[in-house]
C-alpha cells in the first residue's frame, strides 16, 4: 500500500462520519461489517459514502446486502497436534468461497490461562455475534460469557464445557464416558491383575479433564480393585512437560503397568517409554493425529479415543448460528482406534 493511503483512508472516513452525523467508529462498523449498527444507521452511511465517492456502486450493493454472521473460534495454543489439526480444519472452511452467510476467523490464544481466555472473548465479543471455544471452568471465564451473552453474543463450547446457563450449547464427548472407556480398555489390556496406573492431563482447569479423570478412577475401582492408580500429574498438553512427568513415574514407580494420557501431546510420553524400554507398558490417549496413528503403528499406544475434529466444528458452527436450536448438549460420536482397524489417511 503506498505511503500516506491509510492516513487518506482515515480523512475519507472522517469526513463520511461528519457528513453522516455518526462516529468515526460507527463508520468503521459500517464498512466492515460488523455488529452494532442500526439498519437506519447504516443506510445513512452508505448513502453519505457513496455520495462522496468513498465506496463504489457495487461495493454500495453488496454493503447494503444481508451481513454475514461473524464467528470467532477462540482455541489454545500450544503443542497439542489435536488442537492444531482442529485449527487447521477450521482454517480450511474458513477459506472457502462463497461463504456468504458466516464470516470466519480463528485465534489461537494462551493455554490453561483463565484471565487470558477471559480477555480474548471480552476483546472477540466486540465485533464477533458468535463465538465457539474450548472452555475453561473458572469464575472470571464464567463473568465474561454472563457479561458478553447479556449483549448479545452467542457462544458454544467445544471439546470442554463450562457450566453457565447463558452458553448457547455444548460440542463435544460426554467426557466421564470417555473415562470410564479408557478404564476399561486399561484393565482388560493390563497383563496382570495387580499393578499401579499412571495419569497424565492437560489440567484440571478443564472440566473434560477432570471429567475424564473421574470417570476412569470410577471405572477402575468397579471393575480392577487390584490396580492403583496413583496421583494425576498436569503436564498442560506439552510434550516436553508430558516426557519429564513420565520418566519420573516410570522411574519411581516398580510396579508401574500402564499411563492413561487424559490430554494431549502424548508424543512426550511415547519418548520416555522408549528411552526406558517399557513397551510392556499399555499406553492409552486420546485424539487421532499423525503422531498417535504412528504411536498405534508401532505399539507404543494401544489404544486412541477419538471425536472428529470436523464433526466437532461443523455441529457447532451449525449451533452458533442457529437461534432456534434449543438443545444445549450436542454430545459427539465416540472413536476407538487400535492398530489394527487404522484406515489409510485421507480415506474417505
Request: glycine share 8%.
Amino acid at each position: 500500500m503506498p505511503e500516506g493511503s491509510n492516513k487518506k483512508k482515515f480523512v475519507g472516513m472522517a469526513e463520511v462520519a461528519e457528513r453522516a452525523q455518526v462516529s468515526l467508529a460507527t463508520v468503521d462498523r459500517a464498512l466492515n461489517r460488523r455488529k452494532g449498527v442500526k439498519p437506519r444507521t447504516l443506510q445513512r452511511v452508505l448513502d453519505v459514502a457513496l455520495e462522496l465517492g468513498f465506496i463504489t456502486k457495487d461495493e454500495f450493493t453488496s454493503l447494503s446486502g444481508t451481513r454475514p454472521m461473524n464467528v470467532a473460534v477462540l482455541l489454545p495454543a500450544g503443542t497439542n497436534p489435536y488442537l492444531r489439526l482442529l485449527g487447521e480444519k477450521v482454517h480450511e472452511r474458513a477459506a472457502k468461497p462463497n461463504q456468504d452467510t458466516v464470516s470466519l476467523r480463528c485465534f489461537f490464544i494462551e493455554s490453561f490461562d483463565a484471565n487470558a481466555l477471559a480477555a480474548a472473548l471480552r476483546h472477540h465479543a466486540a465485533w464477533a455475534d458468535g463465538i465457539i471455544f474450548m472452555a475453561i471452568d473458572h469464575p472470571t471465564v464464567r463473568a465474561a460469557i454472563e457479561d458478553i451473552t447479556s449483549k448479545g453474543t452467542r457462544i458454544v463450547t467445544i471439546i470442554s464445557d463450562v457450566p453457565h446457563p447463558a452458553r448457547s450449547a455444548y460440542v463435544g464427548l460426554e467426557n466421564q464416558m470417555a473415562g470410564r472407556t479408557a478404564g476399561l480398555l486399561m484393565g482388560r489390556f493390563c497383563r496382570t491383575e495387580v499393578g499401579s496406573v499412571a495419569m497424565l492431563a492437560g489440567s484440571r482447569n478443564y472440566r473434560a479433564h477432570s471429567e475424564r479423570v473421574a470417570g476412569f478412577h470410577a471405572l477402575m475401582e468397579e471393575m480392577f480393585p487390584g490396580l492403583t492408580v496413583i496421583g494425576m500429574r498436569e503436564g498442560h498438553d506439552n510434550a516436553a512437560e508430558n516426557y519429564h512427568h513420565s520418566v519420573s513415574m516410570i522411574d519411581n514407580t516398580p510396579d508401574l503397568v500402564g499411563i492413561y494420557n487424559v490430554g494431549g501431546s502424548s508424543d512426550g510420553i511415547a519418548r520416555a517409554i522408549a528411552e526406558k524400554q517399557r513397551d510392556d507398558l499399555v499406553f492409552i490417549g486420546h485424539g487421532l493425529t499423525k503422531d498417535t496413528r504412528r504411536m498405534l503403528v508401532d505399539g507404543t499406544m494401544d489404544a486412541v479415543i477419538d471425536s472428529d475434529p470436523v464433526s466437532i466444528f461443523e455441529t457447532a458452527l451449525q449451533l452458533v448460528t442457529d437461534t432456534k436450536d434449543s438443545q444445549t448438549r450436542h454430545a459427539v460420536k465416540m472413536d476407538i482406534f487400535l492398530r489394527e482397524n487404522l484406515m489409510p489417511m485421507n480415506c474417505p
